[in-house]
């Protein structure tokens, strides 16, 4: 006990146990119950909300961590019921974003808005931990938006902004300001996104424009910093900050400009902050503790692993072929397209709408399958998406997809958060991407919102081994069919990782100029985004079945190539696509090689000094 009361206080809001709703009941529910027990209907109203909220929890695996004080948690099942409290009397929320809500299709919150809408418009700052496609955004823009309409009324003099939200990469900050604007206009307050990629004093004019109207900010944390140091945007009102994708910012490096950005920030009047996230690593943790006040942590379908959508039907193919890929993905398609066909009835025009997403790993093969698609599949237009693409080119692809004039997008994973198309009905997975965290985001594009959608990834037994077994993990955690061929593949990799174990191979650490930040942890299952090496070695994650060595590197001690087939992380918002072949070479063969080969083979092997 002694220890646990010395640790940081992140350390110890971890240590607490999570506790269902359903098993903690109010705080105001009890009070209620017990002042009202000379009025039995009241009580008998009083324990059947209380029911009602622990059987919403159940149902959908809400659990809630930390102190709730006087606020009422009771998840709101509809967005009537909401209320916002000022001076101790309720407001419900405005007709015009009631009937906005309506006409746009949201009929009832989901889960996570149902359960964090009550804490943040009480004014507690909350930690939300839920999987892509929940309905997050909402869930944010709605309270803060709220909160920035009110201050506007009670105070017309009042200079924004008054709020910030944050996003790691320019497509997730584009699309959460896509869907704050049109509430923003319902709520009569003013939004702009500010992020890299593009000229600054555009934006910068827009921000001046505004002025002191400007009520939220949307940006990627390196443009808004820098338009905070130059005074462009001032901090002065800012009483609200959100953090979206925390765990993808950290991942980035973006916390130094996370804590610039929150030094810039008034210290006193009361800043609210939410922090949402769609796994709870202890980076986030001690984050959340810095830059948030006594938070009330909410976890939606999992507790700290992350999750993706029941709704999505899971399919693994094994695939050695390169050609073998590009024909399933075409008939894939056009088996999707003939379907959406067959729903509108016949009428082409109105089955008109992107279905598809394609994952590759490497920008020139984004490229290749979009052309190969478009050859193939018959009435068919598809676009690629990555990183080398100009920022206007990126928004014509990204219009043409959500209007429906490209039927299939073939992206890197720079489009994998960011992207919310709701008519996208199946993911193909054509690389596997080198860790779980990714293939979760990217399934999630499809299944969004309680809609059902397909995922089909195919499989090299070779390229992907390293991930065989913690793809069976989720495949079995999330109920889907773990196929016979998976199955024994993670058995072969398992006896021969340990028949094969060698003091070698660490992953490419060998040479100092490799580098490397851990994702998915060490060995041979650890895919690493390492620091790009002159000598090729440490290249690209844990070695290959044990060996050891870099995943590219060159057979018999060939010195890499130039080629920079990935994204780096570029100005503020980029997100990587790392490249196999990326300043190595890619040899298909054998193990050794001199210091700047490395090795592919399976038993790996670094090369002799």
Not at 299 to 309: I, Q, Y
Not at 505 to 528: S, T
Not at 571 to 581: I, K, N, Q, V
Request: charged share 25%.
């Amino acid at each position: 006990m002694r220890r646990l009361l010395a640790a940081p206080r992140w350390q110890r809001l971890a240590a607490l146990p999570a506790l269902p709703v359903a098993h903690r009941p109010c705080a105001p529910l009890r009070r209620a119950a017990s002042s009202l027990a000379d009025r039995p209907e009241d009580a008998a109203a009083a324990a059947a909300a209380a029911a009602s909220a622990g059987s919403f929890a159940e149902q959908h695996g809400i659990t809630l961590t930390g102190d709730l004080g006087e606020v009422d948690a009771t998840p709101a099942t509809s967005f009537a019921a909401l209320r916002r409290t000022v001076g101790g009397v309720d407001q419900p929320l405005p007709t015009a974003v009631a009937h906005f809500l309506h006409k746009r299709g949201f009929d009832a919150p989901s889960p996570i808005q149902a359960q964090s809408l009550p804490l943040t418009l009480a004014g507690r700052d909350v930690v939300a931990i839920a999987q892509t496609g929940s309905g997050k955004t909402l869930g944010f823009l709605l309270p803060l938006l709220w909160e920035a309409a009110a201050a506007r009324k009670a105070d017309r003099s009042t200079r924004g902004p008054l709020a910030f939200v944050l996003a790691p990469t320019r497509e997730l900050a584009q699309q959460i300001h896509e869907e704050a604007r049109p509430l923003a206009a319902a709520f009569g307050c003013r939004t702009t996104c500010v992020f890299g990629g593009m000229r600054k004093y555009l934006q910068e004019r827009e921000v001046l424009m505004l002025g002191g109207k400007l009520d939220l900010v949307v940006g990627t944390p390196g443009r808004l910093n820098d338009m905070l140091r130059d005074q462009t945007i001032r901090t002065k009102n800012v009483r609200h900050l959100v953090l979206d994708e925390a765990d993808r910012m950290l991942d980035m490096g973006f916390e130094p400009q996370l804590r610039e950005i929150v030094d810039h920030l008034p210290a006193d009047g009361g800043r609210q902050t939410f922090m949402f996230s769609a796994t709870w690593p202890s980076e986030v943790r001690k984050l959340a503790m810095d830059f948030l006040d006594d938070p009330v942590r909410i976890n939606v379908g999992g507790e700290d692993e992350l999750v993706a959508a029941k709704s999505i039907v899971q399919q693994v193919r094994l695939c050695d072929a390169r050609g073998a890929k590009l024909i399933d993905s075409s008939d894939l398609i056009e088996k999707m397209e003939a379907a959406m066909k067959e729903e509108g009835h016949g009428n082409a025009r109105s089955s008109r709408a992107c279905h598809t997403i394609v994952f590759v790993n490497r920008k020139r093969d984004a490229e290749m399958v979009a052309e190969y698609i478009e050859r193939n599949v018959e009435g068919v237009r598809a676009e690629s998406l990555h990183g080398d693409l100009l920022q206007g080119r990126r928004d014509r692809v990204r219009d043409n997809v959500k209007s429906g004039r490209a039927q299939v997008l073939v992206a890197t994973d720079v489009a994998a958060r960011g992207l919310d198309v709701r008519t996208i009905r199946q993911v193909i997975n054509y690389d596997m991407p080198n860790n779980m965290e990714d293939y979760i985001h990217r399934i999630g594009r499809t299944g969004r919102a309680g809609a059902s959608g397909d995922a089909i990834s195919f499989f090299h037994p070779d390229e992907d081994a390293a991930v065989a077994g913690k793809l069976a993990k989720v495949l079995r955690d999330h109920g889907q069919e773990v196929s016979e061929e998976l199955h024994d593949l993670v058995k072969a990799n398992s006896s021969r990782r340990f028949s094969t174990r060698s003091f070698r191979g660490n992953g490419g650490q060998r040479n100092r100029r490799g580098g490397g930040y851990r994702r998915d942890g060490g060995g041979n299952d650890g895919a690493a985004y390492a620091t790009r090496g002159r000598n090729g070695g440490g290249g690209y994650g844990g070695g290959y079945g044990g060996g050891g060595g870099s995943y590219g590197g060159g057979g018999g001690g060939r010195q890499g190539s130039r080629r920079r087939d990935f994204d780096r992380f570029d100005d503020d918002d980029g997100y990587g696509d790392f490249d196999r072949r990326q300043d190595s070479g890619y040899g298909s063969g054998g193990g050794g090689g001199s210091r700047r080969g490395g090795g592919y083979g399976r038993r790996g092997g670094s090369g002799p000094r």
